[in-house]
């Protein structure tokens, strides 16, 4: 690297990120598909999502996790019932993601915008053809715009879930499946929430193990081999670490990448980290390298919030010089009731000096409802 | 200041934390992390935008897009990175919404790719994701490119010259003879190798078969590389009698006569049903097929032409299970499988309900209408022409008789 990013800490971020902490400390999370909540309570993504590897709709145990761990008041709505799990009957089981709110971007020698918009509002249906050995399972986007498929598989779970066999629309098994899919890591891999794939996945579900292979057609349909990917992780109660491979490819050039990430906890705060290399190749000539990382920090000041705090590095064309990119977030979660969560957050981007939106700050205020 | 310092300090400790693993790690794995010119402190590599493709390369596309579109692993295999950009934007369907090209010569309007940074899209979210919309100023500056042709001044004589798109599709069916056939190409081509010997059509006497002594060569009225968009071909079909046949388009870039581009680089044509066309090497024909079927109104003609040659391999009338169960294998059958019958999929919508074509089930599929179930039909295939489905939509407004 031909130059070092100045640290651009200004007073006003470092102000906000004080002010976040003191709300969290002076009041008293629940997120969705979150690997930090994973390494906070010391179990695998199976244990709190139908998909094994995480996100979409949560189990009946991750939903009681959510109401009795997470918020900040285990609440009931009609306390003679017993709390919501997503269980609407003994051959189904439903939940949903909604989120929405307000976020304001300010660019460098421009005027800021802001806007109040509907995020995304995702539907789950989960069909147990044979409990605990074979569902169907659907993850839908409602809205904004048109309804989109993200995922919809069949899930064989033989041997009491020992081994996992998904066929069909899936996210694919590939570090860690953080909920922001604008983390560095999670766009310049092209594996996020974004980018379902077709195809077959063979997991492996051992007491400290989690494993998957999957294989499925890739994002570009035009005849090429199928995109392999392979992802393990080994969890212990106060730390993991995993490793995962990617192969795609492509008659405009094969893609490979390789990720290691962890996960450990520090007293009340559960770290993560993940390093993600990449290598696209080229039909003729050079082909790119692209490396991408991610740090981040969760603190659980006070049943029902946490404070997360990550930082961010990427360099997405090794030929091209100066064009690393830093992104820092500073965000504040609140979960009050098993439902609800509001969460406030400023973001920094630090990139190329030309372009001045790789170069904006972002502030946001967003509410999430789910069941 | 005590608590602004200490956050300091935790973002100082992230960093650093950070910062050294990734140094150790591109230590072990790259030797090189960048080297020379680039985004420099005077401005991008590509100077001050304009409405060339370069600029736009360097000043959108390259800082901003790549991020996500780059690799195979690019959304919707669009690669957006300078190498491949062009060839996968200018001429090509729309990977979302196949009827409009990504990016389509002299029609801004037209052009997925402003659709999509304008956030009008029929599909998707707006781009760039999870960023500001670009400024006005360089949504202009795009669409003045794409108004002026879309050409690219970027090109090398080391790239062999590739088709981009060809209109009609192939493998489509159309019915009719068209007035003209259009091929766009990855650069501007030498005009002058393209002629009725480089370009030409021919249809396959009634067998779809080419090559057994009975195919109709075709000969245009014209052929010519238009002024206004030297990356393209037309060959005007103008006065040429319509036959429904199989017809082949083929463009030369082997032998004695080819099509070559502006540095003397032969036409690198070998087509295996993706855009571009070629194999990496310059020289190769390109070779597509389309059909000529005139549907018309009637459950017969659809039958002849569409449920027959098209449906009915899937839809045979075999099992219990869609796509089986409904058989589509001859004009009675297929009533009976869809005349006010209810959609299995969807059973609060007809197959097709007489007097009403946009609420009829089969429509909604063939044309890929947001609110189906599964996939548009034909499965796996190209989509009908417009003329076809607007011949079935005519026979279930008239009634379906």
Redesign the interface.
């Known amino acids: 690297?031909?130059r070092m990013l100045e640290?651009r800490?200004s007073?006003l971020?470092?102000?906000l990120?004080?002010l976040g902490?003191?709300a969290g400390l002076l009041a008293g999370g629940r997120a969705a598909a979150e690997p930090y909540l994973a390494v906070e309570a010391g179990l695998k993504c199976a244990q709190c999502h139908v998909n094994p590897t995480g996100g979409g709709k949560r189990t009946a145990f991750g939903e009681l996790y959510a109401r009795n761990q997470i918020s900040a008041q285990a609440m009931s709505l009609d306390p003679s019932s017993k709390p919501w799990t997503g269980d609407v009957a003994k051959w189904f089981a439903t939940g949903a993601d909604i989120r929405g709110g307000y976020d304001s971007?300010t660019?460098p020698h421009?005027s800021s915008?802001s806007d109040f918009a509907l995020t995304r509002a995702t539907a789950y249906l989960d069909f147990i053809a044979l409990p605990n050995l074979l569902q169907v399972y659907v993850d839908q986007k409602v809205a904004p715009?048109?309804?989109e498929n993200r995922e919809a598989y069949v899930l064989l779970t033989p041997h009491n879930g020992r081994y996992v066999v998904k066929a069909g629309q899936m996210f694919l098994p590939y570090g860690l499946r953080l909920q922001d899919?604008?983390a560095?890591v999670r766009?310049?891999?092209?594996?996020s929430f974004?980018?379902p794939d077709d195809g077959i996945e063979l997991g492996l579900e051992l007491p400290k193990w989690s494993a998957q292979m999957a294989v499925t057609k890739?994002?570009?349909?035009?005849?090429?081999d199928d995109?392999v990917s392979l992802s393990a992780v080994y969890v212990r109660p106060r730390w993991r670490v995993g490793a995962s491979y990617?192969k795609?490819?492509?008659p405009?050039?094969?893609?490979e990448?390789e990720a290691v990430f962890a996960g450990w906890k520090t007293g009340p705060i559960a770290w993560l980290?993940e390093?993600d290399?990449?290598t696209?190749q080229?039909?003729?000539?050079p082909g790119?390298?692209?490396?991408a990382?991610?740090?981040e920090?969760d603190w659980r000041i006070h049943k029902g919030h946490n404070l997360k705090?990550?930082?961010?590095?990427?360099?997405?064309?090794?030929?091209?010089?100066?064009?690393e990119q830093?992104r820092?977030s500073?965000i504040w979660e609140y979960s009050p009731i098993q439902f609800v969560q509001s969460r406030v957050g400023i973001r920094r981007y630090n990139g190329?000096?030309?372009?001045p939106?790789?170069n904006?700050n972002e502030w946001f205020a967003e509410l999430h409802v789910y069941f | 200041m005590e608590?602004?310092?200490?956050?300091?300090r935790?973002?100082?400790g992230?960093?650093a934390?950070?910062?050294c693993?990734?140094l150790v790690?591109?230590a072990l794995?790259?030797a090189?992390?960048?080297?020379?010119?680039?985004?420099?402190?005077?401005?991008?590599?590509g100077g001050p935008l304009a409405p060339t493709f370069s600029s736009i390369q360097a000043?959108v596309f390259?800082?901003?897009c790549?991020?996500?579109h780059?690799?195979?692993?690019?959304?919707?295999?669009l690669?957006l990175?300078g190498?491949?950009s062009y060839a996968l934007l200018v001429g090509v369907p729309s990977?979302e919404e196949p009827s409009v090209l990504r990016v389509k010569p002299n029609d801004p309007n037209s052009s997925y790719l402003v659709q999509k940074i304008e956030g009008t899209a029929?599909?998707?979210?707006r781009m760039p994701?999870?960023?500001?919309?670009l400024?006005q100023t360089v949504i202009d500056t795009i669409r003045e490119w794409i108004t002026n042709g879309a050409t690219n001044d970027t090109q090398t004589s080391?790239?062999p010259i590739r088709v981009s798109s060809m209109s009609p599709l192939p493998g489509s069916i159309v019915t009719a003879l068209p007035a003209s056939i259009t091929v766009a190409f990855d650069r501007e081509v030498n005009a002058t190798t393209v002629d009725a010997t480089t370009f030409r059509l021919e249809r396959s006497g009634a067998d779809a078969v080419f090559g057994n002594g009975n195919d109709v060569a075709i000969t245009p009225a014209s052929v010519t590389v238009p002024a206004a968009n030297t990356h393209s071909a037309v060959m005007s079909l103008a006065g040429v009698g319509s036959a429904n046949d199989t017809y082949r388009v083929t463009l030369s870039g082997s032998g004695a006569a080819k099509i070559l581009d502006l540095s003397g680089s032969a036409l690198d044509g070998e087509y295996?049903?993706?855009f571009p066309s070629g194999n990496?090497t310059a020289g190769g024909d390109f070779v597509a097929t389309f059909t000529v079927g005139t549907v018309q109104a009637t459950l017969q003609s659809i039958q002849d032409n569409v449920f027959t040659p098209i449906c009915s391999s899937c839809h045979a009338g075999v099992g219990t299970v869609l796509p089986g169960s409904m058989n589509l294998s001859n004009a009675t059958a297929s009533r009976a499988a869809l005349v006010s019958v209810a959609s299995v999929e969807q059973p609060g919508v007809q197959r097709v309900a007489p007097s009403n074509s946009a609420g009829s089930y089969v429509v909604q599929k063939l044309q890929g209408d947001?609110?189906i179930s599964g996939s548009r039909m034909p499965f796996g295939g190209q989509p009908l022409d417009q003329p076809t489905i607007n011949a079935i939509r005519q026979w279930i407004d008239a009634g379906a008789p």
């Open positions: 690297m031909t640290p800490i007073p971020v470092s102000t990120l004080l902490a003191l971007v660019v421009q915008e715009d048109n309804v899919d604008d560095f766009q310049t891999s092209g594996v974004r980018t890739g994002a570009a349909d035009n005849g090429s995109r990617n795609n490819p492509d405009l050039g094969d893609r990448m980290a390093l290399f990449i696209d080229a039909p003729t000539g790119n390298s692209i490396y990382s991610l740090i920090g705090v990550t930082y961010e590095f990427q360099n997405p064309l090794s030929h091209q010089a100066e064009d830093e820092y500073a190329i000096p030309s372009f939106a790789s904006r | 608590g602004s310092n200490g956050s300091r935790l973002a100082r992230f960093r934390l950070t910062r693993a990734t790690a591109c794995v790259t090189s992390c960048g080297s020379g010119d680039g985004f420099s402190s005077g401005g991008s590599s000043n390259t800082p901003i790549v991020t996500c780059s690799g195979a692993s690019a959304p919707h295999g690669r990175d190498g491949n990977d029929a599909s998707g979210e994701a999870g960023m500001p919309a400024p080391s790239a295996g049903g993706t990496g947001p609110g």
